[in-house]
């Protein structure tokens, strides 16, 4: 075999690594002392988004996190790493952004979306923090990234968006720990 040809083969068998896909647990539940919900997610709206959720969430970084701004029957968000310590309470809401870029889509902002909180200094600021709308909120399309929609447990969503709050900042902790986990199979067709 010549030279040449060799080193074509070996060319041949050296590979780019192949693109992620979608993460394998494509679910995430979100407990709460006010219950569960139930965040499908969308690996293929905002791939990037999903698996920072994803890899937040598995290292436990959601964990003792708070739901720190709350606007009653409109959204409630959450998931800002600051919000673990209690001293931190002024600077809510500024911690874990800046480390993605926007994934927009046409996807509308009804009841159950999930959307990366980003700040208000640019669309290309997302990152640990999150938001779930409570009651459709039109107005945020092309200005937040999709990334999941809840699937069950809407009622304690509502709960947690009743919780008393001054402006936007609820009155007491309303703390979260999330878990990642296989979506569960659709029931069975009856014959």
């Not at 690594?17 to 995430?28: C, I, Q, S």
């Not at 800002?80 to 310590?85: F, R």
């Not at 509502?158 to 919780?163: A, G, V």
Request: proline share 10%.
């Amino acid at each position: 075999m010549n030279s040449a040809f060799a080193l074509l083969l070996a060319l041949l068998a050296i590979q780019a690594p192949a693109a992620p896909g979608p993460p394998e647990k494509t679910e995430a539940v979100v407990e709460t002392e006010h219950g569960s919900f139930v965040i499908r997610l969308l690996p293929d709206v905002a791939p990037n988004h999903v698996a920072h959720f994803v890899k937040t969430a598995g290292a436990g970084g959601y964990d003792r996190t708070t739901f720190h701004r709350i606007i009653t029957r409109g959204i409630i968000q959450g998931g800002d790493p600051l919000s673990k310590d209690p001293k931190q309470s002024a600077r809510y809401g500024t911690g874990g952004l800046g480390l993605l870029k926007a994934e927009f889509s046409d996807r509308p902002f009804t009841r159950g979306t999930v959307a990366a909180a980003r700040k208000p200094s640019g669309k290309d600021t997302g990152g640990s923090q999150f938001f779930v709308v409570v009651t459709d909120q039109p107005s945020l399309l092309g200005q937040y990234t999709i990334f999941g929609e809840v699937v069950s447990g809407m009622d304690v969503v509502d709960k947690i968006s009743d919780t008393p709050v001054d402006g936007d900042k609820p009155r007491s902790r309303v703390e979260m720990k999330v878990r990642l986990r296989q979506p569960e199979p659709p029931p069975p067709v009856a014959p």
